[in-house]
C-alpha cells in the first residue's frame, strides 16, 4: 500500500491516482439459461486501482494508458462516473493480463477520419479497422458507461473503424455498457476464445454496424443484450466455433447470420456448433440466415466472389420470435447470384449440415409473398436441414417457403 502511494505520488503514474484493494471478488457474469460450450475460466480478484484523470475535453488516451500500466496485471481502472472521455489516439490494449476496465463514465473517439484511417488497428480480414485492440488474458470490460463512436461523420468513408476490437481475448467478459453511433460494426471478436457479451445496449444506424462479427474465434458467448441497429445483429464469420447467442432483442438488423462463406477462392471457411436462441428479432430483412457463395464467381451488393470451401456444420436457431421481417428464415448456397442455372452449375463448395431451425413464431413484413427460402445449389451440398414448429406467416396469412433443391418436412413450399 505505501509503496503504490509512493510510486503514485512520485509521479510514475501521471494520469492516474493508484490505490490499493483488499477483500476484492472476482468479477463474473452468470451465463444462461444455456449453458457456454465450455466452461469460461473464472477472473482473479483484483488488489487495486487506477482511477483515470480526464484533461477535460484534450485527448486523454494518455491518461488511459497511464492508468492501464499501473493497473495491469491485477488492478482495476476507473473511468469516473458522470465524466466525459476523449479518445483521439489507437489504443493497443492487446497485452493485458487480469485487469478490469471499470467504464463508469462515457468514452467518445475523436472525429479525425485521416487520424483513424491511417492509425487504426486493421485486421487482415474484409477491410476491418478498430479504434482499439483490447486483448491478453482475464480482461473484463464493465461499468454501466458509454462507448461513443462517433458515427455521423464517417458517412460515405472507408474504411471506417470498428468501435470494440476484442483481439486475441483469452478469457473475459464485456458487460453493462452503452455502445453508440460505431462508425461501423460494433464489435470484431477476433482470435479470441472464452469470452462472454452480457447485458449490452447498442444504438447506430450508420451504414454496416453489425453487432458483433466473430472470426476465429472460440467459445463465445453473447447474451441479455438489445441491438438497434442497420446490418446483422450477429454475424457468424470464418472459423466461428462453439458460440452461444441468447436473450437478444435485436431491431432493424439483417438478422443473425452464418457467413456470408466461401466469398475467397482457396480459403476453407468453418462454422460449427452455434447455439441461437430466445431471440426477438423485429423490423428487419431476416431473422436466421445462413449464405454461402456457389462455387463460380458471382456478384452483386457492391460484393463479390465465390468458389472458396468449407462448412457450416451444427447450427441451432431455437425460439426466435419475429415481428416485421421480411424473411424468417433463409438458407442458400447461391448468395448474391440470381441465376439459379449457374449456381447448380457451380455449386457451392461450402457444405450445410445438421442444421435446426426451431420454435420460429411471428409475422412478416408482407414485402414477400413467402415466410423464408431454402436455396441447395445441389441435393448433396444439403445434409439434415430440420425445420419444426415454424408458427411463421405473412400478413396475408400464408406459411409458404420459397424451396430450390430442397423441402424439409414441417414447412410448405410456394
Ligand atoms: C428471453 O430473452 C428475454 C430478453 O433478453 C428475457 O427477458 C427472457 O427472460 C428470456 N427467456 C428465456 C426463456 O430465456
Ligand atoms: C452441436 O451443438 C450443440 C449445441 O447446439 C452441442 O451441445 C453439441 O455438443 C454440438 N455437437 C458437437 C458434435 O460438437
Ligand atoms: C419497428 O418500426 C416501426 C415503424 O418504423 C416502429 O414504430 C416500431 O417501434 C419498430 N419496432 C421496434 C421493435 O423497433
Redesign the pocket.
Known amino acids: 500500500m505505501h509503496l503504490l502511494h509512493l510510486l503514485a505520488t512520485s509521479g510514475l503514474a501521471l494520469g492516474a491516482t493508484v490505490t490499493q484493494l483488499t477483500g476484492q471478488v472476482a468479477f463474473d457474469i452468470a451465463v444462461g439459461p444455456k449453458p457456454p460450450f465450455k466452461p469460461i475460466p473464472p477472473s482473479t480478484p483484483r488488489t487495486k486501482e487506477c482511477v483515470v484523470k480526464s484533461g477535460g475535453g484534450g485527448d486523454d488516451t494518455p491518461h488511459i494508458m497511464e492508468a492501464v500500466k499501473a493497473c495491469n496485471g491485477g488492478g482495476k481502472v476507473v473511468f469516473t462516473r458522470g465524466v466525459k472521455y476523449t479518445v483521439g489516439t489507437a489504443m493497443d490494449l492487446s497485452k493485458l493480463e487480469h485487469v478490469d476496465l471499470v467504464i463508469n463514465g462515457q468514452i467518445t473517439f475523436t472525429n479525425d477520419v485521416a487520424y483513424w484511417q491511417k492509425h487504426g488497428f486493421k485486421h487482415n480480414f474484409q477491410d476491418a479497422m478498430t479504434f482499439f485492440q483490447l486483448g491478453g488474458v482475464d480482461v473484463n470490460v464493465y461499468g454501466g458507461g458509454t462507448l461513443d463512436g462517433n458515427g455521423g461523420v464517417w458517412k460515405g468513408k472507408s474504411p471506417r473503424p470498428i468501435l470494440f476490437g476484442t483481439i486475441g481475448l483469452k478469457g473475459g467478459r464485456i458487460s453493462d455498457l452503452t455502445l453508440r453511433n460505431s462508425p461501423q460494426w460494433f464489435h470484431l471478436v477476433k482470435d479470441s476464445q472464452d469470452v462472454v457479451y452480457s447485458d449490452l445496449r447498442i444504438s447506430g444506424h450508420n451504414g454496416n454496424t453489425d453487432g458483433w462479427d466473430t472470426y476465429n474465434s472460440r467459445n463465445i458467448v453473447i447474451q441479455n443484450s438489445n441491438i438497434?441497429n442497420g446490418d446483422d445483429c450477429v454475424s457468424f464469420k470464418p472459423g466461428s466455433i462453439d458460440i452461444l447467442v441468447q436473450g437478444l432483442?435485436c431491431?432493424?438488423s439483417h438478422g443473425i447470420s452464418v457467413g456470408s462463406l466461401g466469398q475467397y477462392r482457396g480459403k476453407t471457411d468453418i462454422v460449427e456448433n452455434i447455439m441461437v436462441y430466445n431471440v426477438?428479432m423485429?423490423?428487419a430483412s431476416n431473422g436466421a440466415r445462413i449464405k454461402t457463395w456457389s462455387g463460380g464467381h458471382s456478384a452483386g451488393g457492391g460484393l463479390e466472389g465465390g468458389g472458396g470451401s468449407g462448412r457450416v456444420a451444427n447450427v441451432t436457431y431455437e425460439n426466435m420470435r419475429v415481428?416485421?421481417v421480411d424473411s424468417a428464415i433463409e438458407i442458400t448456397q447461391c448468395y448474391m447470384e440470381k441465376d439459379m442455372a449457374k449456381c447448380k452449375a457451380n455449386p457451392s463448395k461450402v457444405t450445410i449440415s445438421n442444421i435446426l431451425m426451431q420454435g420460429f413464431s411471428g409475422t412478416t413484413s408482407g414485402k414477400k409473398n413467402t415466410v423464408g427460402s431454402l436455396t441447395c445449389a445441389s441435393a448433396a451440398g444439403c445434409k439434415n436441414i430440420v425445420l419444426k414448429d415454424i408458427n411463421v406467416r405473412a400478413p396475408g396469412g400464408s406459411k409458404a417457403f420459397s424451396c430450390n433443391n430442397i423441402h424439409p418436412s414441417g414447412v410448405s413450399c410456394a
Open positions: 438497434d432483442v431491431s432493424g426477438s423485429a423490423n415481428s416485421k
